[in-house]
Each structure stands twice: as C-alpha cells, then as structure tokens.
T-cell receptor, first 111, second 113 residues
Framework: SQQGEEDPQALSIQEGENATMNCSYK?????LQWYRQNSGRGLVHLIL?????REKHSGRLRVTLDTSKKSSSLLITASRAADTASYFC???????????FGKGITLSVRP | DGGITQSPKYLFRKEGQNVTLSCEQN?????MYWYRQDPGQGLRLIYY???????QKGDIAEGYSVSREKKESFPLTVTSAQKNPTAFYLC????????????FGPGTRLTVL
C-alpha cells in the first residue's frame, strides 16, 4: 500500500490564489519530500522536511509537518499559471531507506 | 551542465522483445534508481543501486533487470517476461542513501505494440 497519500486528487484555482495540498502517511518517517512533475517530464525536487522539523519555507512554498497526525501540507502562495503540474509527496522511513511516493495531486492554475 | 539523461525519449517494442533503457548521470552520485509510472499513478520502484556493482530489487522487479558496472550508468532492461511493460520509466540519482533528495531524468515512454 502507498505510504503517502495526497489530498485532494485534483485542484483547480485562479492565478493569484493560494493552493494547499495535503499528504498523509501511515508509519513513522525520517523525512518527507515534495516533488513537482510537469506533464510528460521527470520530477523536480521542491523541498525536504525532516521528522524533527515542523515548518520550512522556500520562496513561495511553505511546507508543514505534523508527526502526531502523520500529515504534511504544501502551500503555494500567489499561484501562477506556470505552477500547473502534478505534485507528489514522498516519504522515507530511515536514512538508507527508499522513498515511497504517493499518487500525486494535479494542480491547474487558470490564468 | 550536471544532470541525468535518459534515452531514448520514446521507445516502441514488439511483444516478446527485450529492450534496454539508458540512464546516465554526471552528478557523481553514488545511488541510482529506476521507477515506473502508469497514468494517474505515483512512482513505483523497480530497482535501485547504492554503489557500483551492487543493486537491489524494488517493489516491482519482476520482468526487469539492471546492471551497475560504472558509477555514472544504470541501464534497465525490460524483458519479455514483463507482462505489461507499456509505461513511463523514470531514472533518478541521489548523493547517498535513498532518504536524500533525488534528481530525475526526463523519462522514457515505452510502448509495446
């Protein structure tokens, strides 16, 4: 079964609005990562948050992690049409473990 | 430019044929990975290698084989034993163990005719 599951499956917003995407997981993690994938392309790493961190920022991205609820959220502020993509969370359960990816969220930002 | 490349971008294969997908990186990363992505699905790990001349099966290794003779290269062979090989294949690398940030290639779309 998937370790990370994103919610919602699809999200459509207007340019300039904020987009919030959620990821839930089942077992304890070492870290959680978010990736972006443009249609037909490879994934691009966005941000990594460790299990002892609660929040990280990178430009317009803000990621939170709540280990008590086994969940994370990715917030994209002031969205742009170029943010249209699929977003995946991936979890790692140990320093040398594999990454397990969720099924992804399709974000559409309307100009 | 440092990066990870995959070739070809599109590949067509007849049923019963083996086919090899190329993956090369010049990032000096120790670890490399092969994933399979089906429409609307996440990534599933096929094989991974944490060091030259060593590799391990992932979650869906049946019908696939790999080699890691050089640090920069990790080719994937899709054999005729793979019952449903049509998919998008992604190669990735990371500096060390699997918990680190992974860098992805552009992918190879394999279609079985």
């Amino acid at each position: 079964s998937q370790q990370g599951e994103e919610d919602p499956q699809a999200l459509s917003i207007q340019e300039g609005e904020n987009a919030t995407m959620n990821c839930s997981y089942k077992t304890s993690i070492n870290n959680l990562q978010w990736y972006r994938q443009n249609s037909g392309r490879g994934l691009v790493h966005l941000i990594l948050i460790r299990s002892n961190e609660r929040e990280k920022h990178s430009g317009r991205l803000r990621v939170t992690l709540d280990t008590s609820k086994k969940s994370s959220s990715l917030l994209i502020t002031a969205s742009r049409a170029a943010d249209t993509a699929s977003y995946f969370c991936a979890t790692s359960t140990g320093a040398n473990s594999k990454l397990t990816f969720g099924k992804g969220i399709t974000l559409s930002v309307r100009p | 430019d440092g990066g990870i490349t995959q070739s070809p971008k599109y590949l067509f294969r007849k049923e019963g044929q083996n086919v090899t997908l190329s993956c090369e990186q010049n990032l000096n990363h120790d670890a490399m990975y092969w994933y399979r992505q089906d429409p609307g699905q996440g990534l599933r790990l096929i094989y991974y290698s944490q060091i030259v001349n060593d590799f391990q099966k992932g979650d869906i290794a049946e019908g696939y084989s790999v080699s890691r003779e050089k640090k920069e290269s990790f080719p994937l062979t899709v054999t005729s034993a793979q019952k449903n090989p049509t998919a998008f294949y992604l190669c990735a690398s990371s500096l060390g163990g699997g918990a680190l940030e992974q860098f992805f290639g552009p992918g190879t779309r394999l279609t079985v005719l």
